[in-house]
């Protein structure tokens, strides 16, 4: 089993900056890319912004310029630096990620979310 446990979040004012973070654990040969999705009141859940295992980067148009995803392969971790924050930006977010666990193959796993709240 693989988990995922994020922190970071809470209540920030337009304009604003948080960071998030989410580690995986469990029995893990080695995470491949991770990702952190949101989903806003009444709206479905969307991809934010992920990260493969080199590197390589992707952020939805909203986020573009201002949120910076970033990891840690030696912590199995995975980092969301939020900048200019907007009251559309509040939801809650949540880790993704695909995972090669030791004994059964592969796994994908969520993290339990975390609420960011922006006020205007």
């Known amino acids: 089993q693989v988990q995922l446990v994020e922190s970071g979040g809470g209540l920030v004012q337009a304009g604003g900056s948080l960071s998030l973070s989410c580690a995986a654990s469990g029995s893990i040969f080695r995470v491949d890319t991770m990702y952190w999705y949101r989903q806003a009141p009444g709206k479905r859940r969307e991809l934010a912004a992920r990260?493969?295992?080199?590197?390589?980067?992707w952020y939805a148009a909203s986020v573009k310029g201002r949120f910076t995803i970033s990891r840690d392969n030696a912590k199995n971790s995975v980092y969301l630096q939020m900048v200019s924050l907007k009251p559309e930006d509040t939801a809650v977010y949540y880790c993704?990620?695909?995972?090669?666990?030791?004994?059964?193959?592969?796994?994908?796993?969520w993290g339990q979310g975390t609420q960011v709240t922006v006020s205007s």
């Open positions: 990260v493969t295992r080199g590197g390589g980067t």
């Open positions: 993704y990620a695909d995972v090669e666990t030791l004994y059964d193959g592969r796994q994908s796993a």
